[in-house]
Structures are given as structure tokens and as C-alpha cells.
């Protein structure tokens, strides 16, 4: 791979200021270089990340890439910043998790499962930017609908919605839902 | 404020609830009993108790603690009552009303052990860490794109070409109703198109071929503007060809917004 | 330097993460270690970063210590942060005219001279550096004059404003105009 030492560090160098995961087919329209290659070149980053003389790790999420601190060094950071950087409320959480398991949902299909509202957890959450508004929903009013967003899944240190932990969910009827939202 | 505050804490500390289902699902929890077959007389009887605490405590009690408290009741007395020989399907049996309760229970259950599983990774010591990135001071050194890319000089020539086919064209007198033609918008209209001949302009340029209305109003427009001097006229020969000029005092009404 | 490798592993981590620049007192700190062997880790990590591979850089601010990208790779930053250029509207293109051969002009001459209102036009130009304040015009108000600027003839590859070519309108004879018209 010494013939593509100024692509890896430009790659790394891409990763290091971008904001969201960057896909092999960015990375490689950028470096003019074909996915599969920038995909090689990820491996070389993520193995020049192994050793614990290192503080970096190269994550996957959402099919893109994008670096991060080594989860074990987290004390680290976190005395840096005196605290785990962003808690939520209960309420914030319940909201999350509706949300994460069954979206695209609206604030009153939140509102019905959790038995109350919830305007003020899911405003938190927008503000956040760990939800986000996806969609809007057929029918009277056409409620705006939410999902998660990527930076949710930074958050939690997921790779993508599938990795979500298996829950076993009632499912309501939809009738029952709708029939409640009157 | 301190003293407000001390008076208001109350004496027994009980966990603050997320909502009327929440508190149902920890009485029951605390009761140890199947959500599938809660005794509802007792646990009714305990949730009105609860709410009345809460409320007592001085913490919300919203409406759906209350509308909650009323289905456990209605269950309750449903419940209590002698059950008819035969099941009327004509009515909501307390039945369904006891699934229904349970079904939602259930789902709340589910996302409240989500969000519990959240809340442990949020706190974990344990999670990748993010560099916040500052576009705007990354890009602070690189030299801003040319706004005129791609535009020669032609295009700014066709676009004051176009300013001044507008002008001469006078759309705006154009598309009024002859009867509606106001002096002010001629005046203007008579102005705008000396102004842009800066070298002087003809005066059968000016009066355009149109209605009778129209050219009469161009004149006396045309007039006004001599007699206030923001246009002057020449004729360099006898007989000759009348030409216009704007003059400095020109723009002075333009202001007026 | 085999013992130090945890500490230097959360020193590059820190460095990641941290907003500003974090110096030897502030990392000795948090890694529980004298700032002069902070130092000594400092400049590991700053060997670490020099193979042509890496695309990273030790950056040295105010005393502080900040993690950066290798100056030779700004170009591909730049890559995947361009904006693509907005292109000049008719409108604006128009007012951009006006001021070129009217300068200084204020925005109500602009205005009467098109028959329409031009703030928004206006204030694109001003925004992109095309056209500039040159001072107030005497009179009610004290209007801004607008003039263009430098770049706009550089664009233009104009060396003063007295090389725009002379685009009088008298230069179209009447019966050119005669014919525009029709």
C-alpha cells in the first residue's frame, strides 16, 4: 500500500472534519479513487487504529465512516468535559425509545403509549438533533411524523437502526390507536 | 422563595411518575402481581389513593392521572356488579375494557425497559467520543468561490439591455386602462426614460405610439418635468430634432419610498 | 515508552475531542501525570503523525496543544465542503448593471430605474463583495451610494472603472432601439 500513502492520509484527514459518516462513494469521488480501493484503504485505518498506543477508532455507521475516541478512554473525555456529556430525562428517554422502535410515529401516537404528553421531551429531543422531523402523515391534520436521526445513532454507538436491541413489542392495534387519538 | 420551598416539600418521598401508566405499572409491580390478571378493586382503590397524594404534594396531577383513575373505577364497579346470565355483546363488556388496559400497559412496559436500556448506555462509561466540527473555521482560510463565475461582460450588457428595453417599452402604462393612466406614473415612466439616455434623448422617442390618452399625458408629463428641471431641452437647429436631457436635480424625488 | 501507552492513547484522545487548545497542565491533570512527561508524550505523538500515511497533525497554539489536518490536504477538505457557486439572478445581474454604469447610485434610484424593487438583489451583491457602500448621498435620509468593488473588476479583468467599456445608450442609434423593441 506505499503507493497510496497520500490517499490514506487525505482519507484520514476527511474523516477527521467531517460532520456526518462519509460513505466509500464520497470518500472516493473526492479522492478519485474507486469505492472498493477507499474500502481497502479504510481496513489499513481501522488496523493502524489497533494499538492501544492509539486513541482513535474508525466506526461504522449507516454504511459511512467516521472516527471517534476509543470507548475505553471515555473517563478521559468525560473529566475533560466533568461530566457524560448530554443526559436525558426519563421522559426524554421513553420518548426516544417510542420513537427509535416505531417510527415514523406523530406526538399523539407517542402521547398514547406513554399515557401523556410528551410535546416538551420530543422538543428536547428535536433540539438535540437526536430526532428529527421525517414525514408527514396521511389523514386529517396529516401529523407531522418522527424519526431518529444518525446523530442518534452516534449517540448511543449504534451502526444503524437494526443494531437497535431486540425488544419484544406489544404491538397495539391500530384500531386501538386510532380509536384513542379521537 | 426559600421559605415557599420549604413549606411545599413533602414529607414522604415518592419516585416522580412519567404518567398515569407509569404509576399504574409500578403499583402493580410493587403488588407483585400479573399484569394479565390484576386484581383491579385493590389496585384502583390504590391508584385514586396515589393521585390523591400526589395531588396533595402539590405535584402535577394532570388530566390523564384523573381519566385514568376514572376507567379503573368504572372497571371496579363493573366488576362488583352481579354478572347478567347471558353476555349482551351490545355493550363494551368490562372484559375488553380490562384487555384493553392491559394491552396498553404492556406496550408502556416495553418502551419504558427501552428507554432504561438508553439510559444505561447513555451513562456507561464506555462510548465513542466526537470531535464537534466547526465548518465555518475550517473553510476561514480557503478563498471564497467567484459569485460571477461563468458571467462575461456580455451578460451584464444584456442585463442592463434589458433594463432599458423594460423602460422603453413602459409595461407598466401599458397594461393600465386608458381612463386609469395617472400623471405620476407617466411622470415617472417619462423620467426613468430620460434618465437612461444620459446623452440625450429624441422627443418623438419619447412620446410613444399609443392611445390619444397616453401620448397626451406623456406631454404634459414630460412638461411638469421641465418646469420643475429634471429634464432640460434642446434644439440644436431651427426646426430640428428636440432632444432631452436629465439634469443633476433629476433623481431628487426618487427617494420617496 | 511501552508503559505509557493507555496515557498516550487518552492524551490523543483528548486531543480529538477537545474544542480549544489543551495544554501540559490541563492534560497532566486529567491523565494524572507531571506536564513535563505530558511533553515527552506530546512529542511521540507528534513523530507518530509524520509518515506521509497519516494525515493528521500536532498543532501547537498558544501553548496549548490542538489535533489538526496536514496542510497539504486542505484541498480535499475544501472538496467536501464546497458550496456549489450560486449563480448571479437575472435581477440581480440587472442591479449589478445599473450600479456599474450609474455608480454611485442609491437603492430607490436603482429601484426607479428598473420599476421595481431591488433590497433582495442588493443585498446579494453586497453579501458576494460585487458592490460596496462609497458613502451617503446629500439630502432627506442621507441615502447609501453603492458603487462596485475591486473584485468586481478584477472579475471583469478591468483595471479602474474607466475601462468599462462606454456602453451609452446613444450609441444605439433610435432606429436600433426602434427595432429592440419590437
Same mark, same amino acid.
Given at each position: 500500500m506505499l503507493f497510496r500513502e497520500p490517499e490514506t492520509a487525505a482519507l484520514e484527514a476527511l474523516l477527521f472534519v467531517a460532520k456526518s459518516p462519509l460513505t466509500c462513494e464520497q470518500l472516493g469521488e473526492i479522492l478519485e479513487l474507486a469505492p472498493a480501493k477507499i474500502e481497502e484503504l479504510i481496513y489499513e485505518l481501522r488496523d493502524r487504529y @489497533?494499538?492501544?498506543?492509539?486513541?482513535l477508532i474508525l466506526l461504522e455507521i449507516n454504511g459511512g465512516y467516521k472516527l471517534g475516541t476509543k470507548p475505553e478512554l471515555a473517563r478521559y473525555i468525560e473529566i475533560l468535559y466533568k461530566q457524560p456529556v448530554q443526559v436525558l430525562s426519563n421522559a426524554a428517554l421513553e420518548v426516544l425509545s417510542i420513537i427509535a422502535y416505531?417510527?415514523?410515529?406523530?406526538r399523539g401516537e407517542v402521547d398514547f403509549i406513554r399515557g401523556v404528553q410528551s410535546d416538551r421531551a420530543l422538543t428536547t429531543l428535536v433540539d438535540k438533533g437526536l430526532v428529527k422531523e421525517v414525514g408527514r402523515k396521511d389523514g386529517p391534520g396529516r401529523p407531522i411524523l418522527y424519526g431518529t436521526t444518525e446523530q442518534f445513532l452516534l449517540h448511543f454507538g @449504534?451502526?444503524? @437502526?437494526?443494531?437497535?436491541p431486540n425488544l419484544e413489542i406489544e404491538e397495539l392495534s391500530s384500531d386501538e390507536v386510532a380509536s384513542a387519538l379521537e | 422563595m426559600l421559605k415557599e420551598r420549604e413549606i411545599t416539600v413533602p414529607q414522604v418521598k415518592l419516585p416522580a411518575f412519567q404518567g398515569p401508566l407509569d404509576l399504574l405499572l409500578t403499583l402493580i409491580q410493587q403488588e407483585k402481581v400479573d399484569i394479565y390478571d390484576i386484581p383491579i378493586a385493590r389496585i384502583a382503590d390504590q391508584f385514586v389513593e396515589a393521585v390523591r397524594q400526589l395531588g396533595s404534594m402539590d405535584m402535577e396531577v394532570t388530566t390523564e392521572f384523573l381519566v385514568l383513575a376514572a376507567q379503573l373505577l368504572y372497571i371496579k364497579s363493573r366488576e362488583l356488579l352481579p354478572k347478567p346470565p347471558k353476555m349482551e355483546q351490545s355493550e363494551v363488556g368490562e372484559e375488553d375494557l380490562r384487555q384493553e388496559l392491559v394491552e396498553r400497559l404492556l406496550a408502556y412496559r416495553t418502551f419504558k425497559q427501552a428507554a432504561q436500556l438508553f439510559e444505561r448506555i447513555e451513562t456507561s462509561s464506555g462510548r465513542s467520543y466526537y470531535r464537534e466540527v466547526d465548518v465555518e473555521d475550517l473553510l476561514s482560510e480557503v478563498p471564497p468561490e467567484d %459569485?460571477?463565475? =461563468?458571467?462575461?461582460f456580455d451578460d451584464l450588457w444584456q442585463a442592463f439591455c434589458r433594463v432599458i428595453e423594460r423602460a422603453e417599452k413602459g409595461e407598466e402604462i401599458r397594461h393600465v386602462k386608458p381612463d386609469e393612466i395617472s400623471i405620476e406614473r407617466v411622470l415617472a415612466d417619462v423620467l426613468r426614460r430620460v434618465i437612461l439616455h444620459p446623452k440625450g434623448m429624441h422627443f418623438y422617442q419619447l412620446i410613444?405610439? =399609443? *392611445?390619444r390618452m397616453e401620448m397626451v399625458v406623456s406631454f404634459l408629463a414630460l412638461l411638469e418635468l421641465l418646469k420643475s428641471g429634471k429634464v432640460r431641452a434642446e434644439? %440644436? *437647429?431651427?426646426l430640428g430634432s428636440i432632444m432631452l436631457f436629465p439634469t443633476a436635480k433629476a433623481y431628487e424625488f426618487t427617494e420617496e419610498e
Open positions: @489497533l494499538p492501544n498506543s492509539c486513541g416505531k417510527q415514523p410515529v406523530t @449504534l451502526r444503524s @437502526l437494526a443494531d437497535l | %459569485p460571477l463565475k =461563468g458571467i462575461v410613444r405610439e =399609443g *392611445s434644439q %440644436p *437647429s431651427l
